[in-house]
């Protein structure tokens, strides 16, 4: 090959790529930091229960005086929420897990029912009606500690760690 077609190959590769980064550079960097859609929604019941439609179709019914967290549509590969308080959480059947933060623990689902009740602001109770559940609980430097898988029917007891019951 001469030096001409290799600069002129390499030229057309420089503005393709300019074009690319030019063009999903923003839409990446909107999407992930700027997009309304995925900035955090918080959800606040104070004097009496609250229900939340959340975008997957899973329900929410949020107890008094609790929080829940989420964003108007969720990603591609999950389905990430934070609760503060007590609800009953109907989670819509979907290939993305259902990841709910609660104290330092991730309880993670494709689908169920949870009921969650607080207990003094100090622990929880974590009654699974329907489904499975996956519960990832976080050491305070936030690193993995311990996993557990919860069948349908159990209780467990979030507080300081995680007790089974």
Same mark, same amino acid.
């Given at each position: 090959? @001469? ?13 393709? *790529?300019? =074009?690319?980064?030019?063009? +999903?550079?923003?839409?990446?960097? +909107? #999407?992930?930091?700027? #997009? ?7 959800? *606040? ?5 609250? /229900? ?16 829940? =967290?989420? *964003?108007? $549509? ?10 503060? !308080? ?22 993670? /689902? ?10 003094? !602001? ?8 329907? !489904? ?5 609980? +976080? ?6 500690? @311990? ?5 349908? !029917? ?5 507080? $300081?760690?995680?007790?089974? #019951?």
């Amino acid at each position: 090959m @001469n030096k001409s077609k290799i600069i002129k190959i390499r030229n057309i590769l420089f503005v393709i *790529t300019a =074009v690319l980064l030019l063009y +999903y550079l923003p839409k990446t960097i +909107y #999407n992930r930091h700027f #997009n309304p859609q995925r900035l955090p929604v918080t959800e *606040t019941a104070l004097e009496t229960s609250k /229900t939340i439609d959340l975008p997957d179709g899973s329900r929410i019914n949020l107890e008094a005086k609790s929080t829940f =967290v989420y *964003t108007k $549509e969720f990603p591609e590969h999950q389905r990430k929420t934070e609760l503060k !308080g007590g609800a009953f959480v109907d989670i819509k059947d979907d290939s993305r897990p259902f990841v709910m933060k609660l104290k330092r623990c991730l309880l993670i /689902t494709n689908q169920g029912k949870i009921l969650v009740k607080e207990w003094k !602001g100090m622990s929880y109770e974590v009654f699974v009606k329907a !489904g499975d559940l996956k519960i990832e609980e +976080y050491n305070k430097s936030g690193d993995l500690e @311990n996993v557990y898988k919860i069948k349908s !029917g159990k209780r467990v007891i979030i507080g $300081e760690y995680v007790q089974l #019951n």
